[in-house]
């Protein structure tokens, strides 16, 4: 089996995607300024897809565990075996780093939440004055911060919305295009079949008539036919 057939090859392949993307949000968080709501969805959203992707891993070893005790079977050998395995071993590494790095981080926002609750706590007096302002302020910026990625989303999902009625518009357009052709087609067919039948009227008639008129009246019919073509013919071309 090639590589481009094997089951374990194309889940390799969404894994790997699905890790790199992981990095690239994980580069993004360590971009994000701490106490953000952007940070925080980030956290969630990097949590929740290494745990997909460890999930997806462990499933893949499972995999490679069974084709081990009939490898002839699957068309395996001891070497293909394992380089599968040293695959999924650093796919699960990766992952854990990621996971690692981003756990640390989040311990890191709650001990800062921490301390700066306690500060929150002290007697406000001369000296630390100043440092409560600081501190109104950076709560004052980041619920700011909030407000304008709420706003953002509320747009992006408006922006969405109009997008969704303006496509099912187009659907109903299309709707009503179709229905309308469909009558068309329905009244040609009616047409055709009413032609038809009037046609098979004439043929059986014409039959009947010519058998009535014998072989002389067949003849004195097809020149009268012939004379009248001529008459049509000369009076439309020649005047």
């Known amino acids: 089996m090639s590589s481009a057939q094997d089951p374990f090859y194309i889940?390799?392949?969404?894994?790997q995607d699905s890790i790199d993307k992981l990095q690239v949000t994980?580069?993004?968080l360590e971009q994000t300024p701490f106490e953000t709501g952007e940070r925080v969805h980030l956290t969630k959203e990097l949590l929740t897809n290494c745990e997909s992707i460890e999930w997806q891993v462990d499933e893949l070893n499972k995999a490679i565990a069974v084709a081990a005790r009939d490898p002839g079977w699957?068309?395996?050998?001891?070497a293909e075996l394992e380089r599968r395995r040293r695959w999924t071993t650093s796919a699960h590494n990766q992952v854990a780093n990621v996971?690692?790095?981003v756990e640390s981080g989040k311990e890191k926002i709650i001990s800062h939440n921490g301390t700066r609750k306690d500060l929150m706590r002290l007697p406000i007096d001369r000296s630390n004055y100043?440092?409560?302002v600081d501190s109104d302020d950076i709560i004052s910026s980041e619920s700011d911060r909030q407000m304008l990625l709420i706003k953002q989303q509320d747009h992006?999902?408006?922006e969405l919305s109009a997008?969704?009625?303006?496509?099912?518009?187009v659907g109903l357009t299309i709707h009503d295009e179709l229905i309308g052709q469909e009558r068309i087609l329905d009244e040609l067919s009616t047409e055709m079949e009413t032609t038809a039948n009037r046609l098979d009227f004439v043929q059986k008639k014409v039959a009947m008539v010519m058998k009535k008129a014998g072989a002389k009246g067949q003849i004195m019919l097809i020149a009268f036919l012939l004379i009248?073509?001529?008459i049509l013919f000369v009076l439309v071309f020649l005047t």
């Open 156 to 158: 992006e999902l408006d």
């Open 74 to 78: 699957y068309g395996l050998d001891d």
């Open 163 to 169: 997008s969704v009625q303006r496509i099912g518009g």
């Open 26 to 28: 994980f580069r993004e």
């Open 11 to 15: 889940v390799k392949e969404e894994i």
């Open 130 to 132: 100043y440092s409560t």
């Open 99 to 101: 996971r690692k790095a």
């Open 228 to 230: 009248l073509f001529i």
